[in-house]
């Protein structure tokens, strides 16, 4: 199994900054995708950024140019600096890991999630 803890979220006004970590422990023996998504209230979980092992990223055109995911390899952890934040980006922000255990391949695994509410 594997674990995903988040931590960063607050209360921040718009234009302000945060940075989220998420750092996945367990029985892994390789990480291929980590990412983040939100789900903002009455809506559909939405991805915001992805980023492969190799340092690949994809990001959501919402976010581009504001937010950044970066990852440490050898510390499993993933991390989103978002600046200029907006009302909009209110949400809770879930971690997301596609992962290999010495028992499973290739699994999907979510952190608990995190609430980011920005403030006009």
């Known amino acids: 199994q594997v674990q995903l803890v988040e931590s960063g979220g607050g209360l921040v006004q718009a234009g302000g900054s945060l940075r989220l970590s998420c750092a996945a422990s367990g029985s892994i023996f390789s990480i291929n995708v980590m990412g983040w998504y939100r789900q903002a209230p009455g809506k559909q979980r939405e991805l915001v950024a992805t980023?492969?092992?190799?340092?690949?990223?994809n990001y959501a055109d919402s976010v581009k140019g504001r937010f950044t995911i970066s990852r440490d390899n050898a510390k499993n952890t993933v991390y989103l600096q978002m600046n200029s934040l907006k009302p909009e980006d209110t949400a809770v922000y879930y971690c997301?890991?596609?992962?290999?255990?010495?028992?499973?391949?290739?699994?999907?695994?979510w952190g608990k999630g995190t609430l980011i509410t920005v403030s006009s």
């Open positions: 980023i492969t092992s190799g340092g690949s990223t």
């Open positions: 997301n890991a596609e992962a290999t255990t010495l028992v499973d391949y290739g699994m999907d695994y």
